[in-house]
């Protein structure tokens, strides 16, 4: 079975400017989660889909950070414009999504430096 | 919401001792409790979970316990190997959102 898959594995852009990374989940999960790792920190949601729709975005900084997942497969995250904090490993992970089958299943990251 | 503690964050131990990682959680309805390994350059993998309704569960060498009274789960490792080196982070979970402690860097030396 395949993994989640994440692209790219790094990006480094100046403060201001704009980067999306992408997802593909694992076949036949509903549920999607963004994550932010600061280094030396544990992963902190970002947000969370079901399917194509919005479950949580209460830890997404919305006006810089957007993020979609059309179709309920796929999904970008977008920052515009980026900050020196931003700085982190962006993590995708998935779940099947039902009570009780709750286990997430990380990418591998995308490494931002933002210079 | 919910808080996690992980201590220590940091343990060195000999190759074939065992070692122990603690963590403490907030909120009494979290119901599941995983632990990942994640490697340098990598992304988290799952090593165990556990649910509320268990005690205790163990898969070869690792094996980790929950005290739901004081709130509190551990992770013990056996017989530790050089490969077990990487950092650890536990995780407490309520409604499929998890929340992660900050992570135990363990070094195991030949």
């Known amino acids: 079975e395949a993994g989640v898959a994440q692209s790219p594995r790094y990006k480094i852009i100046e403060k201001r400017q704009s980067v999306a990374f992408w997802c593909n989940p694992i076949?036949?999960?509903?549920?999607l989660y963004w994550y932010q790792q600061i280094l030396g920190q544990g992963p902190k949601l970002l947000i969370q889909f079901q399917n194509n729709g919005v479950v949580d975005d209460s830890q997404l900084p919305k006006d810089r950070f957007s993020a979609e997942r059309l179709k309920g497969v796929d999904s970008t995250l977008k920052i515009q414009p980026a900050k020196l904090e931003d700085s982190a490993v962006y993590l995708c992970?998935?779940?099947?999504?039902?009570?009780?089958?709750?286990?997430?299943?990380f990418g591998p990251g995308t490494r931002l430096t933002v210079l | 919401g919910e808080n996690v503690e992980q201590h220590p964050s940091t343990l060195s131990v000999q190759e074939g001792d065992s070692a122990v990682i603690k963590c403490t959680y907030s909120d009494s309805a979290s119901n599941y409790f995983p632990w990942y390994k994640q490697e340098l350059g990598k992304g988290p993998q799952l090593i165990i979970d556990i649910r509320s309704n268990v005690g205790e569960k163990k898969d070869q060498r690792i094996a980790v316990t929950l005290n739901k009274t004081a709130k509190h789960f551990s992770l013990h490792i056996t017989e530790t190997q050089p490969e077990d080196s990487a950092v650890y982070f536990c995780?407490?979970?309520?409604?499929?959102?998890?929340?992660f402690g900050t992570g135990t860097r363990l070094l195991v030396s030949p």
């Open positions: 992970a998935s779940s099947l999504g039902l009570a009780g089958a709750d286990t997430q299943y």
């Open positions: 076949s036949g999960h509903a549920t």
């Open positions: 995780a407490a979970s309520k409604a499929q959102k998890l929340v």
